[in-house]
C-alpha cells in the first residue's frame, strides 16, 4: 500500500508548513471572475486535497469491483482496501473494534439510522428525547418523524446569548421517561463546541443513551468514543477533505446487535428464505446493498492526510485564525458576530445591520469570497436569535490570515454599496 | 459569470433603500404571504380589486435588497392595471429573471429589465421572484406563495 502523506509529516515539536500544506489542494488555486477563490465555507464542505484525489483514481483505476462477494482478484483487492479504510475510521475516532464503525451515505443517514434502528424498538409512546437549540436540522427531525408516529415527547435543551448550552436547564429536563439524547458536539451555524463529555455522563446517570452529531467537531477536534464513552457518534467524510456520500455511524457493539436493520437488502444478510430472512453480524447488518466503495476508501485516506498533519495542530493553526477574524470583524462598525461562545471552532456567524445576508453572499462572491448565507439548516438558532439568516464565514487549515483580511475588505464593500 | 454590480443598480438599492407602497392595506380584497423556506424571506401582498382592476397594492416582509426591490418595483407597475396585464406583467417578469424574454422583442416590463442580470445567479433568481410569485397567488385567492413549488426557475442550491 502507498502510504497517504500529507505534505509534512506530524511531529510534534515543530508546526506544520501550512503555505505547503495548502498548495496539496489544487482547487484553491481557482480564480472567480478573475479573483483569487478565498474558500470560507468549510462548514458546508472542505476541499480535497491531491493525496485523497489520488487515492480515488488509484481505487478506480487499478482496485475497483465488488466487495464481499467474488473469489476474483480485485473484488478481494476492493473487500480488503474497504475494510481497511473501515480501520482508519476506527483508529481515527478510538473505538474499542473496527465492525463498530458502520458506514452510511453521512451524517444525516447515520442518524436516520439511529433512529429507525434503535428509536422505533426502543422508544415507545410516552417516551422523551432531549435535543438542543443548537442542533442540525438532520438531528431534529428524523426524531420529530419517530415523536409523530409513536407519541413521544421532544424536550428541548435552551441556550444563552452567548449561544451555549444552559447546562442546568439540560439537567432539569431528565425524568424517569427520559430515553434518548441527542446532542450535537459542536454548532454548524454558531462553532460553539459544547461540553458533552458532561452531559454524556449526567445522561447515563440516568440510564439514557446518547447519540453525538460530530458533523462540524471530527474536522476540528480529536474524537475519543471511549473517552466520552458516547454510545453514537455520527459524522460526514466531505467535511473532513474526503468525498461526498459517505460518512459513517459509530455505535457501541452491544447497542448495534439489539437494534433492528434499517435498510434490507444484499449484504446484511445471512440466509434469505421468502419464510424467513437471517440478519448478519454488525456492520454488515446496517450495510445493506454495495456500499459507496470508492468513496469509503477515499475517506480512510482523508482521515491518513488530516492525521498526518495532526488533529491538534490543525485545532491550534485554526484556532489563530478565529481570534484574527473575530478581532477584524468585531472592529468593523455595523457587523455584529452572532454566536460567542467561550469554546468555538473557526466558525463565525455574522450579521450586518441593515442588509440582508443573501446580498452580502452575492456581493462578497464578486470579489471571489465563498461564504454561506441563510438558516444554516438550524432554524431554531435563527429564532433564538431573531434573525432569519446570517452569514457564516467557516475556517479551514488550508485558510490562511490574507484570507479574513480580504473578507474585512469584502464586508466594507458590502456596506459601502448599501449605506 | 456576471459582474454582480450591474444587478446592485441605483434603482434597486434606491427601492430597497425606500420601498414604494411599503405596509398592509387595511381593507384588502386579496391577499397572499410568499415564503421562500430556504432563505427565510417572507412577503405579505394585500390588494384592492375592482372590476378586475388593481386599486391599490401593499406589501411589507423580510426580504434581501432584490426581493424587497421587485416588490416594490412590481407593486408600482401594476398598481392601477387591469388583473389581466398584471398576469402578463408576472409572465414577462419571470421569463426575463429565467432568461427566456428576449428584450429585443417588445414586452411591457420597462425599467424593471433592471432585474435581467438576475438570470445570472441562479441562487438569486427565486428572490427577484417570490413578489411575482405572491402577486399571482393573492389575485387568484390562493393561500400562499412559495417559490418552492415553481418549476420555472433553477433550483436553489441547499447548503448544510
Known sequence: MTPVNASLKSDVSSSPDWEKIRADFPILQLDIDGKPLVYLDNAASSQMPQQVIDRLVRYQTTQHANINRAVHYLSEVATLEYHNARCKLQQFINAREDREVIFTSGTTDSINLVMHGYGRKFIKAGDEIILTTLEHHSNIVPWQMLANEKGVTIRVVPINDKGEVEIDEYEKLFNERTKFVGLIHVSNALGTINPIKGMIDFAHRHGVPVLIDGAQAAPHITIDVQALDCDFYVFSAHKLCGPTGVGILYGKAALLEAMQPFKGGGDMITSVTFEKTIYNTIPHKFEAGTPPIAAAIGFGAAVDYLTAIGIEHIAAYELGLLEYATACLNDIPGVRIIGTAAEKTAVISFAIDGIHPHDIGTILNQDGIAVRTGHHCAQPVMQRFNVPATSRASFAFYNKKTEVDALVAGIKTVQKIFL | ?160
Open chain 2, 1 to 160: 459569470m456576471m459582474h454582480t454590480n450591474s444587478l446592485y443598480q441605483e434603482v434597486i438599492l434606491d427601492h430597497n433603500r425606500k420601498p414604494r407602497n411599503y405596509g398592509k392595506l387595511d381593507h384588502a380584497s386579496h391577499h397572499a404571504t410568499g415564503h421562500n423556506p430556504l432563505c427565510g424571506d417572507r412577503l405579505d401582498i394585500t390588494l384592492q380589486l375592482e372590476d378586475d382592476q388593481i386599486n391599490n397594492i401593499a406589501f411589507q416582509g423580510e426580504s434581501c435588497a432584490i426581493c424587497k426591490a421587485s416588490a416594490s418595483m412590481m407593486t408600482a407597475a401594476v398598481k392601477g392595471k387591469s388583473r389581466e396585464n398584471a398576469e402578463i406583467l408576472i409572465h414577462e417578469f419571470r421569463e426575463l429573471a429565467t432568461g427566456k424574454l428576449d428584450t429585443n422583442q417588445p414586452h411591457h416590463l420597462g425599467r424593471l429589465t433592471v432585474f435581467s442580470g438576475i438570470r445570472d445567479l441562479p441562487t438569486r433568481v427565486k428572490c427577484a421572484i417570490l413578489p411575482w410569485h405572491t402577486l399571482h397567488a393573492a389575485l387568484n385567492s390562493l393561500d400562499g406563495a412559495s417559490t418552492e413549488a415553481d418549476d420555472s426557475a433553477p433550483p436553489i442550491p441547499n447548503h448544510s
